[in-house]
């Protein structure tokens, strides 16, 4: 079989994930060599795929942050790294919204209970599924905030001026700006989906932590844990809603009673909500004029779609709802 030549390889290589292309490598010195050479341009174009070619779904400086673990590395532009955790995000999406898990299931029952998607036919439904697996990368995008703001400190210096990091608040009240305004530049349908996404989130939530209904702070931590995904990304769903290892017992059968065990995932899940508990109590107990926390990124997506739509602020769930509806409609 004659051998492919290294335009037709490349080409190849730009439509594979890191495990496919690392596979690759092992082929030969030469495709090794090639490979390694072109990885800009291979991390360009599987980018590119990713993103559907809208740019507004990935930073332009091209550095994200991973969440393989929660120190959320700064992973450098047009690395395989971006490829390794973009891989990461795909795979944990789809698990999230499969049949069977907290989240795909939430999803599932509005098919089938009651409100405004009730009996949609199948193909509205996966086009809903498809749509809200788009949504996860707008998620992922407004966590990768992080890395715009590292980029900065990166950046060289200029006009004589050398760049001075930010302390710790600085930078998070850096990054939330850069947040505000992502979710300021988003459509309607956006916001609408994001909306949505959150809201089925928090009702997964919900389910999952039966006692949660009983506990006086439950608004407040409902209202946490979305605003947490906004700010993190998908790795807060996956913190929360990661299938339990389940072990098999000495009959080669799943020990279903086997209580999942707090990962520090979990742990950095629930701090993240805490932090923002503390952030509504102060925001309640404070008067507007004294107040000093920055707006938050939900009550901001409200608010930017009721400014867009110029609809009534009181109606904006049912308007969402029907932009999403009219979305998805098959004639």
Excluded at 22 to 47: G, P, Q, W
Excluded at 131 to 145: H, I, S
């Amino acid at each position: 079989m004659p051998a492919l030549n290294d335009d037709v390889l490349l080409r190849i290589a730009s439509f594979c994930d890191i495990d496919t292309i690392v596979a690759l490598m092992c082929t030969s010195k030469e495709v090794n060599k090639l490979v390694t050479r072109h990885e800009k341009s291979i991390v360009r174009d599987a980018v590119e795929l990713y993103t559907g070619g809208d740019s507004s779904l990935f930073p332009s400086s091209g550095a994200i942050n991973s969440s393989h673990n929660v120190e959320r590395e700064y992973l450098y532009p047009k690395t395989y790294d971006i490829l390794n955790e973009l891989k990461t995000r795909t795979t944990r999406t789809e698990t999230l919204l499969s049949p069977g898990q907290p989240l795909g299931s939430k999803v599932d029952s509005i098919f089938s209970t009651h409100g405004s998607f009730l009996d949609l036919p199948q193909i509205e439904r996966d086009l809903l599924m498809a749509r809200l697996k788009e949504t996860c990368k707008l998620v992922d995008r407004l966590g990768d905030c992080a890395a715009d703001v590292m980029s900065m400190w990166m950046q060289p210096a200029t006009n004589g001026n050398s760049n001075q990091e930010l302390d710790a608040d600085e930078a998070m009240l850096k990054i939330h700006d850069i947040q505000l305004a992502y979710i300021r530049s988003l459509s309607p349908l956006d916001l609408a989906y994001l909306f949505h996404l959150l809201t089925w989130a928090g009702q997964a939530y919900a389910a999952a932590n039966p006692a949660l209904m009983d506990d006086v702070d439950c608004w407040e931590r409902l209202l946490a844990f979305k605003e947490a995904i906004l700010r993190q990304g998908t790795i807060m769903l996956w913190a929360v809603f990661e299938p339990p290892k389940i072990k098999k017992n000495a009959n080669c059968t799943e020990d279903t009673t086997r209580r999942k065990p707090t990962t520090e995932l979990a742990r950095f899940a629930e701090t993240c909500i805490r932090h923002i508990m503390e952030e509504i109590r102060i925001y309640q107990s404070t008067e507007p004029s004294q107040n000093r926390l920055p707006p938050s990124l939900h009550m901001t997506m409200v608010k930017s779609f009721v400014e867009k739509t110029g609809r009534p602020s009181t109606r904006h769930a049912m308007e969402m709802e029907r932009l999403i509806l009219n979305h998805i409609r098959v004639d």
